[in-house]
C-alpha cells in the first residue's frame, strides 16, 4: 500500500503543495515578528479600542488558512480518482498484486492522512499567531478557532467519506455530476432564502460575539471535541465497507 499513497501524492502534486505550504508558512512566521500584536488599550473616553498592531492585519491568516486546508481533501478526491481512470479504475485493480479493497482503502488512508496533515498544519499556524499575539479580541477569535479544529477536521473527514463512494463507484466524471447538481442546489436555496428569509440575523452581526459564546460554552465544545473524531472514524470507516461492498462485484470499467 505503500506505493499506492506515495502514486497518490504525486498524482495530487503534493511536492508542490508541500512547497507552497512551507514558503506560505515561513512568511507568516516573518510576517508574526515583523507585526507584533499589542494588549487592548482604553481611549480617554473609556471606551475599548485596538491599536493598529500586527494582530489587526494578521488575525484572518490562520482562519483562512484553516478554510482552505480542510476543502483540500474534497478538492483532491477528483485529483485521486481521475488519474487512475486512465486506465479505467475496476480493470487497473486487476493488474495490482492486491485487491479491490486494498486499493480503496489506500484512498481513504490517504485522505484520511491530509486531513490530520491539515489539522497540523492549521494547529501551527494558531501557535504562530499566538507567539506575537496581544491580548484583544483579535486573539480571542484565533483562540476560538483553535477550540473549534479538531470539529473542524472531523466535519472534513466525513465530506470525504460522503463523495469516496461516489467517486470510486461512479467515476470522476459522473460524481463531479452529481456533487455540482448538490452544490447547485444548495446555492438556490441560500439565494433563496436570501431573498426570502429573515435577515434580521445580519443586522446586529458581531464576529466578536462567537468568542463570547464559546467562552460560555466551554464545556460543551470540550465534550464536541472528544466526541467528533470518534463519531467522523467510525463513519468514515463504515464509508469504506460500504464502498468496498458496492464494488466487490463490479467486473468491470468505470468511464471516466
Known sequence: MGGMLYKDFTAVKGKRILIILSAATLVFLILRFAFPGSDLSETAKGTASFEFSGDFFLWALPLLEATVFFGLPSVLIKGLIAQDEKNKIMAFTKSLPFGKSSYIASKYVFLGVTVYAA??????????????????????????????????????????????????????????????????????????????????????????????????????????????????????????????????????????
Request: aromatic share 14%.
Open 119 to 256: 489539522l497540523s498544519v492549521s494547529i501551527i499556524w494558531c501557535e504562530i499567531y499566538f507567539s506575537r499575539s496581544g491580548d484583544n479580541g483579535f486573539s480571542d477569535i484565533v483562540e476560538t478557532l483553535r477550540s473549534f479544529l479538531i470539529i473542524l477536521a472531523s466535519a472534513s473527514l466525513l465530506i470525504s467519506g460522503i463523495e469516496l463512494p461516489f467517486f470510486l463507484s461512479l467515476g470522476s466524471r459522473r460524481a463531479v455530476g452529481v456533487k455540482t447538481a448538490v452544490l447547485e442546489l444548495l446555492f438556490l436555496f441560500v439565494i433563496g432564502w436570501f431573498f426570502f428569509g429573515n435577515l434580521d440575523v445580519f443586522e446586529n452581526l458581531d464576529i466578536f460575539k462567537l468568542t463570547e459564546w464559546a467562552q460560555n460554552h466551554e464545556f460543551e465544545i470540550n465534550i464536541m471535541v472528544v466526541l467528533c473524531p470518534v463519531i467522523a472514524l467510525t463513519l468514515y470507516f463504515l464509508s469504506y465497507k460500504l464502498t468496498c461492498l458496492i464494488n466487490r462485484n463490479r467486473e468491470a470499467d468505470i468511464d471516466g
